[in-house]
């Protein structure tokens, strides 16, 4: 395709233009009133989003730009996946903001910035573009991370992530700088024969590859690159982890996926053992950090390692089976991490307390029926058991893993999904099985949160139900990966 | 006969849909929603009396229906049953309404979500029975234990929040390797189908076989439970509400039995052959440990509990024998246990219902005050042990003899514990019945109330019953047992000279020459 053709950048075009509308409507407001923030970034991923559908159903979706940004089915599967995460986000935030006390113009801009990252993360096909990408979704988290501005842990949260993911984005330019220096390219398709082992690149091929996977496994948060982690999900406000833990994790796996299965599949000989090695211990070091939590988000967070380590198992696979699988389980994971966290968030009260330790969630069955019903759907779901999205999910991915002979992995993922499921069961023990203590301060859930916790759930049990649909996308996108 | 295909699907989702019903009831129509779950599952009942109606004594699938679930991975909804299942639905359908009945008025505070846990356990129960493909049957395998785990966790004693955890994560343990044991199958299998019938066909390596055997068989074993992964059983079934330890002796044990059954025997034949010395000799250690320490037990249920252990030895060592007549044995014998062990967990509870206490050494004299109650629990005692005349000592012959070309050893050994068994129930008979009232609280203990008549006639007549008409049940059973058994072996040799079982035994390939 020659001349400008702009139509695959539409998406992150529409979500970038309503960041800065939603900045520009914040400055025109009058003091004291608030502006409609949430309503405009919610029409604006809405937007993107029948964009990316009208993409889908049209032709002439190759890469563009000079071949440096694709609007292939991966592209597409992802963006959709994306925009979904940041609308329900949108959907969870103003009740929180505004019991929390930071209901301002700015966290949605940062939101949106940092969806048009993700949505360039998962598309590049170059890899300084994609380096680009990272950064604009990353410092847009960093900032977001922080926005609790009177809570220390929110600043610590915020400064830990960016000292570290300043750090690990210097690997990954480092494995870059390599790559550009043994091939001659920073395109991924040119990367690719000359990688070959045929063509003699030798050790520093390989270096560059090794770099570029501490970069990705500090983003996915794999040990042994997950010490920023815990206190970053437990520091920055509620609604930002719950983005963080579905929308980063999911950019980043994508462009993990889309940078490392085909085009280096020459070194996979080399960098599958080391995804094995890594996906068996982030399963250990996650699930077993997790069992010494009591405090929700920092359990959640060490759950979020070890559904990393899950992902990985599958990224041993065949390309196409590895893909269709950490796509699909992406998908499964940020509709119940979303829950999760928002079911947190929208629990938060006038005084700006949320649940925090576990022993906040005492009784709330008894007074939050339906709420700790979906908790509970999310929990069995993050376990993995039927019927829900996690158990297809997991089903999946150590399918994946199994044919590629590497069965150990699925049999280290289903023991270490038992050890999950003692501290997933703790919350519900907590909420069905304990008498409430004292007055019920947790605010009630409101309409715009109670949408979106709805949405998840019924997300998460119907593809626990009938997944078909999703896995027949997971594999037409995991069929374009070139 | 639209009907037949369907009836299994119907029986599987009624109780979903009467979860869902129950589930909107208001939260102060405790009777409504008592009355809801009562006549759904009484429904499900009935219509699980047309399968006994329709089914026909034959090898074979039958009332099946199949449908594409998801093509690519060779998954399908693929329900039907046969012999090994027919009765075990009907237990189930059959012991879930009188597990409502006898918890109407000893569950009284979070009655909706209690009868939403039965009906959804009851559909996942019933669900493990009639799959036919993997995938489905691990969904409701794994899917089950989420109600029962409520079920203990809420409305379970004291420590029911230690018995809950401990029964999901044990159970979760030693499915999951189950689970990657599938994945495994359909990998070297290579046909692309989850379906038990086609994966059947496909010849496993020997070899691969033994390590696909174990994950299979450990998940049973877990499930039945055997001798030594039986430790989570105790604390279950003592903390359980009385509904709870009914459906989880009842129905939830012979799910491990019917595993081997239906999956670990048929997809893995070589491998049970190799393994089956091995598991007689754990199921034989069940039986004489289960006894002894339901021997020294102090208190009712845990008495009934461990029972349970030895009772299902017997039914583990029926199936490790991998004969015709042995097979309809443990099957019939499930069939007992779940309704003599289900009587007699009723009844402990309405025990407890009177005095909340399970101790044995608070009760003494019964028989004077509870005329009635003591009666059947008498009876049902008997059916326990096996006595000649009631059900349970159908099973227990029809093993006992199955077995003996397989060990003459072990069944002598198993023989042991058919007196043992007699020792620990009559001796807490004695002890509970007979002798003068020791306690006066207990003179002015009520007798049987009209609906706890209504819970334990049905319990006490079928355990007649099946005691003295046990070819009508036996009947259905055998050609499917008969089936099972020639897969492990070569030709069929008639069986001979071993038909004074009361009841005829079944006409049957013999075990091992």
Redesign the interface.
């Given at each position: 395709m020659t001349g400008l053709d702009l139509r695959p950048l539409v998406p992150a075009l529409i979500v970038a233009v309503t960041g800065l509308v939603v900045l520009l409507a914040q400055a025109f407001t009058p003091r004291g009133k608030s502006s409609p923030s949430a309503p405009l970034s919610l029409a604006g991923l809405l937007a993107a989003l029948a964009a990316v559908g009208i993409i889908a159903g049209g032709r002439g979706r190759g890469a563009v730009l000079a071949g440096t940004v694709a609007a292939d089915d991966f592209s597409l599967f992802f963006h959709a996946l994306i925009l979904a995460i940041g609308v329900l986000a949108v959907l969870l935030s103003p009740s929180y903001l505004r019991a929390t006390g930071i209901d301002r113009g700015e966290y949605y801009t940062l939101l949106l910035f940092s969806v048009v990252g993700m949505l360039g993360l998962v598309s590049c096909l170059e890899l300084v573009s994609l380096f680009v990408a990272l950064e604009i979704m990353s410092v847009a988290v960093y900032a977001m991370a922080g926005l609790h501005r009177d809570r220390p842990e929110s600043r610590e949260a915020s400064m830990k992530y960016f000292i570290t993911g300043a750090f690990s984005s210097a690997f990954f330019l480092y494995g870059v700088a390599l790559l550009y220096g043994t091939s001659g390219s920073t395109w991924l398709a040119r990367i690719a024969p000359a990688l070959h082992p045929s063509s003699g690149t030798g050790a520093l091929g390989t270096l560059g590859v090794a770099l570029l996977l501490v970069g990705f496994g500090f983003k996915v948060a794999s040990v042994p690159f997950h010490m920023w982690v815990p206190d970053v999900y437990e520091g920055a406000p509620t609604t930002v982890t719950a983005l963080m833990s579905a929308g980063v994790k999911a950019a980043a796996f994508g462009a993990f996926l889309r940078v490392f299965l085909v085009p280096l599949e020459a070194l996979s000989g080399q960098w599958r053992p080391a995804v094995a090695v890594l996906a068996v211990v982030t399963m250990i070091g996650g699930n077993l950090g997790a069992l010494a939590q009591s405090n929700l988000k920092r359990m959640l967070a060490y759950s979020s390692i070890a559904h990393a380590g899950y992902l990985l198992t599958a990224v041993v696979a065949a390309p196409r089976v590895a893909a269709e699988a950490v796509l699909f389980y992406l998908v499964a994971y940020a509709a119940v991490n979303l829950g999760g966290f928002g079911a947190l968030a929208a629990l938060a009260n006038r005084e700006g307390r949320e649940p925090a330790s576990l022993d906040d969630l005492a009784g709330l069955?008894e007074r939050r029926p339906v709420l700790a019903a979906a908790l509970t759907l999310f929990l069995?779901s993050l376990t993995g058991?039927?019927?829900s999205a996690g158990?297809v999910g997991k089903?999946y991915l150590?399918?994946a893993a199994?044919?590629a002979d590497y069965?150990a992995l699925?049999?280290v993922g289903?023991?270490m999904?038992?050890v999950s499921?003692?501290y997933y069961?703790r919350v519900v023990?907590v909420m069905?099985?304990r008498e409430p203590v004292g007055a019920d301060t947790w605010a009630p859930v409101t309409g715009a949160a109670r949408l979106a916790l709805a949405l998840s759930a019924a997300v998460v049990l119907g593809l626990g139900v009938y997944?078909?649909p999703v896995?027949?996308w997971a594999?037409l996108a995991a069929r374009s990966l070139r | 006969m639209r009907l037949a295909s369907s009836l299994l699907t119907i029986l599987v989702f009624l109780p979903v849909a009467g979860a869902a019903v129950v589930a909107l009831l208001p939260r102060r129509a405790v009777r409504a929603q008592k009355l809801a779950g009562l006549v759904v599952t009484t429904l499900v009942f009935a219509a699980s009396l047309l399968l006994v109606e329709g089914f026909k004594a034959a090898p074979g699938m039958q009332f099946e229906a199949t449908r594409a679930w998801l093509p690519d991975w060779g998954i399908s909804y693929h329900v039907g049953i046969d012999g090994l299942s027919l009765w075990l639905v009907i237990l189930t359908t059959f012991l879930t309404p009188l597990a409502l009945l006898g918890s109407w008025s000893s569950i009284d505070r979070r009655v909706r979500e209690f009868n939403v846990f039965m009906l959804l356990l009851e559909a996942g129960m019933l669900g493990v029975f009639v799959a036919l493909d993997l995938f489905l049957f691990y969904i409701f395998w794994e899917a089950m234990l989420i109600p029962m785990y409520f079920l203990i966790g809420i409305w379970g004693h004291e420590r029911r929040i230690y018995a809950a955890v401990k029964f999901f994560l044990y159970t979760m343990a030693g499915s999951v390797l189950m689970l990657v044991a599938f994945l495994v199958v359909y990998r070297a299998a290579g046909a692309r189908s989850f379906d038990i019938a086609v994966l059947a066909q496909m010849p496993v390596e020997p070899r691969l076989q033994m390590w696909l055997f174990a994950a299979f068989a450990l998940a049973f074993a877990i499930k039945v439970p055997m001798f030594p992964f039986h430790t989570w059983l105790p604390d279950a079934h003592v903390e359980a509400p009385t509904a709870g330890s009914v459906l989880l002796a009842g129905v939830l044990l012979k799910m491990g039995g019917y595993g081997f059954l239906r999956l670990a025997i048929p997809l893995f034949p070589q491998a049970a052959v190799a393994f089956a010395p091995w598991i007689g000799v754990l199921a034989v250690i069940g039986i004489v440990y289960g006894a002894l320490v339901s021997l020294v037990q102090p208190d009712l249920k845990k008495l009934v509990a461990y029972s349970s252990v030895s009772h299902l030895g017997f039914v583990m060592l029926g199936i490790a024998s991998l004969s015709t007549t042995a097979v309809v044995g443990a099957v019939y014998q499930m069939l007992n246990h779940g309704i003599s062990t289900g009587a007699l967990f009723f009844m402990v509870g309405m025990l407890y219902d009177r005095r909340h206490t399970r101790a044995i050494a608070e009760f003494g004299g019964l028989k004077a005050v509870m005329p009635w109650f003591s009666a059947l629990f008498l009876l049902i005692c008997l059916s326990s042990i096996a006595v000649p005349g009631l059900n349970g000592f159908v099973g227990e012959f029809l093993i006992l003899i199955g077995s003996w070309p397989f060990s003459r050893t072990l069944v002598s050994v198993a023989a042991l514990g058919v007196i043992l068994a007699a020792a620990y129930i009559l001796w807490m008979v004695q002890r509970v019945l007979y002798g003068e009232v020791t306690q006066e609280r207990n003179r002015a203990l009520p007798d049987l109330q009209p609906r706890e008549w209504a819970v334990l006639v049905p319990l006490a007549a079928l355990a007649l019953f099946m005691g003295v008409a046990s070819p009508l049940f036996t009947r259905k059973i055998e050609p499917a047992a008969n089936a099972l058994v020639l897969r492990t072996q070569g030709p069929p040799r008639p069986f001979a000279g071993m038909v004074s079982a009361p009841g005829p035994a079944p006409r049957a390939a013999s075990a091992r020459p």
């Open positions: 069955a069995v058991v039927p019927v158990f089903f150590f399918n199994v044919s069965a699925a049999v289903v023991l999904s038992v499921a003692y069961l023990v069905y099985m997944p078909g896995l027949g594999r | -």
